[in-house]
């Protein structure tokens, strides 16, 4: 009898996502650079409860058992970043060989159990030698990162066939240098728009180096955070424009240019206007930021409702709440999986024939381990089933979804908010960084395994009883 439920295609990607900062700790062995967040982790106030990443989930020494891990969890996929510091500690120029042994070993224990690695170039750790000299609001830091990109491709190309070149820029761009929550903590709106521009610029220029590896089956995109939009009042035009130029600030500014369409002629205007010219965009960079996009990332939590009441900062729309009768993780963000569907389906209306993966989703519970030393987690057990249910569904309306990467593998370093916010399916204990499988990586393993989502199982034991 075939088993009742959703059916992935042979060969979907079932997989796990991390960052080298969030989960890798060792800050100061084997030659590692100086990165932007140890710095920024050292400022006061800056990180809930004055956590650091320096030890972190200690990953880097615990490499093996935690490929053993994801052999166990039965995943075939597992995305994670390389620390720029480890391998250029200055940025530039020289490489350490410690740190590129450190990722050879990593990528062969993954390709050892048939875990696919998706490797992340940047994912928050610039250099700080790099952020000496401006940062990302320098020009020069975009092919000083196509410098480190080709290193990469070098060392790790014959092994690694997908890479994600920068990950959410426009997160890096509003925490990092609009609002000052993030690494390197500045808090200037031009700058902003200046650093979204050259980390674009950074993803053209290192698909062009990768393109020049002559490796065909090479592919590259970018992880973005996208967030699908609802009009506060659907019913209301002005509610309906907010929306769609909200979405231009946090989606197709991004998208757009990547797949040549250049920026987008709405948002350029709002931004022209809240900070002037934009005279750090350059003849030729269109061209350079549109060099290929062999994939779109799908980073993808949570929505936004949007209203044109007075407007956030400079912008003529308004961030809401969100309704009190949907249900949200422990961070208070709205679970909406339909939006996830629509999203993908979109993407593929949008930008057609480019492959889709979801680069990260997951959600912040924080359960622990009971008495039996178990983690019952049965509502990130509903939250996945409900988002991979979404992703089923946008693939049965011709969405080309690859893959889904969970956020995260483990519970680790969620930057200004330190530790206290769970996203694993591994509970790490943070004195002993035990590791325990929880009951949502139990079940995520069986779904993994099978290529099948059950459909008509009980939630009563959070599906693990099955
Ligand atoms: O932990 C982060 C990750 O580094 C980037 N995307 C969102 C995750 C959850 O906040």
């Not at 996502?17 to 100061?28: H, K, L, N, R």
Request: with cysteine.
């Amino acid at each position: 009898m075939t088993t009742p439920g959703l059916y992935f295609p042979k060969g979907f990607r079932w997989g796990t996502s991390t960052s080298s900062y969030q989960v890798e700790g060792a800050v100061d062995v084997d030659g590692r650079g100086e990165s932007i967040w140890d710095r920024f982790c050292r400022v006061p106030g800056a990180i809930d409860g004055g956590d650091t990443g320096d030890v972190s989930v200690d990953q880097y020494r615990r490499r093996a058992d935690d490929t053993a891990l994801m052999a166990e969890l039965g995943t075939n996929a597992h995305r994670f970043s390389l620390a720029w510091p480890r391998i250029l500690p200055d940025g530039d120029r020289r490489v350490e060989k410690r740190g590129l042994d450190h990722y050879d070993r990593f990528i062969d224990g993954l390709l050892e159990r048939g875990i696919e690695p998706l490797v992340t170039l940047y994912h928050w750790d610039l250099p700080q030698a790099l952020q000496e000299r401006g940062g990302w609001r320098n020009r020069d830091t975009a092919q000083r990162f196509a410098d480190y990109a080709a290193v990469c491709f070098d060392a790790f190309g014959d092994r690694v066939r997908d890479w994600v070149t920068i990950n959410e820029p426009w997160i890096v761009g509003l925490l990092g240098h609009q609002l000052g929550l993030h690494a390197p903590g500045e808090k200037d709106l031009k700058g902003s728009v200046e650093v979204m521009h050259h980390l674009l610029l950074a993803h053209g220029l290192a698909v062009r180096e990768l393109r020049a590896t002559g490796r065909d089956d090479a592919r590259a995109g970018i992880a973005y955070s996208l967030f699908p939009h609802t009009p506060d009042d659907p019913a209301s035009p002005a509610d309906r424009a907010a929306s769609e130029a909200s979405d231009g600030y946090v989606n197709r500014w991004f998208l757009d240019p990547v797949h040549g369409r250049g920026y987008p002629a709405d948002m350029r205007a709002h931004w022209e206007q809240a900070v002037g010219e934009l005279d750090f965009i350059r003849a030729g960079d269109l061209d350079t930021i549109a060099t290929g996009s062999d994939f779109i990332g799908v980073n993808y939590y949570t929505r936004r409702i949007v209203s044109a009441r007075a407007g956030d900062g400079p912008w003529p729309w308004k961030v809401e709440e969100g309704r009190p009768d949907v249900e949200r993780t422990d961070l208070g963000w709205e679970i909406v999986p339909d939006d996830l569907e629509s999203l993908l389906v979109r993407l593929h209306r949008d930008y057609p024939g480019v492959p889709l993966m979801v680069t990260e989703n997951g959600a912040i519970y924080d359960d622990g381990r009971d008495a039996e030393g178990r983690v019952r987690d049965s509502r990130r057990i509903a939250f996945l089933r409900a988002h991979l249910a979404a992703v089923h569904r946008a693939m049965g309306a011709g969405a080309p979804v690859e893959g889904y990467y969970h956020w995260s593998l483990l519970d680790n370093f969620e930057w200004a908010m330190g530790y206290w916010p769970r996203f694993g399916l591994v509970h790490v204990d943070r004195e002993t960084q035990r590791r325990t499988v929880k009951d949502s990586g139990r079940w995520y393993a069986d779904v993994a395994r099978s290529g099948v989502l059950p459909v008509s199982v009980s939630e009563s034991d959070g599906g693990v009883g099955r």
